[in-house]
């Protein structure tokens, strides 16, 4: 197979950028997180859970960026704290359902209101309301796109 003639290439052209976004957006991200005195992991569980009446394990997991290797640890390590309890579910003897703990709660509302007015202002700067929107639209029907056929 010839390689394509690719500088002008207007999909390609997007690479670079988005994935230069994405880590400047994960290292700034993540900074602010660990200032926080949480890890990245613990604080996408505590900011999923918040304001939750609690998801099993299975739910998390899927609303998290957190792997399901690391879940289990990170959930130790938010219960070691008193972040989050675990109670098992009625109707389901394998589930378990995760909670915030009252001080898990006041955590989430403090430190998830500070993380999003540390972050608005980087996406303020940067895009009106309207290209927000349409920005999110399209890196939503980029992600079906990728999750669609994995492996074309």
């Known amino acids: 197979m010839e390689l394509p003639d690719l500088k002008d290439d207007p999909h390609l052209k997007v690479l670079r950028p988005l994935v230069e976004t994405y880590l400047a957006f994960w290292r700034t991200d993540s900074r602010h997180v660990r200032s926080l005195r949480l890890t990245p992991s613990q604080f996408d569980v505590i900011a999923t859970l918040g304001d939750t009446k609690g998801l099993t394990c299975a739910e998390l997991s899927t609303a998290t960026l ?31 359902r995760i909670c915030l703990t009252d001080k898990g709660v006041r955590l989430f509302k ?21 290209e927000a929107e349409q920005l999110r639209l399209l890196l939503l029907r980029l992600q079906r796109s990728f999750r669609e056929n994995p492996t074309a």
């Open 110 to 130: 403090k430190t998830f209101a500070a993380h999003i007015a540390f972050l608005r202002p980087f996406f303020q700067r940067a895009l009106t309301t309207a």
């Open 66 to 96: 957190v792997t399901k290797g690391t879940l289990t640890g990170v959930l130790d390590r938010l219960a070691a704290k008193g972040l989050i309890r675990r109670t098992p579910v009625a109707d389901d003897r394998r589930s378990t």
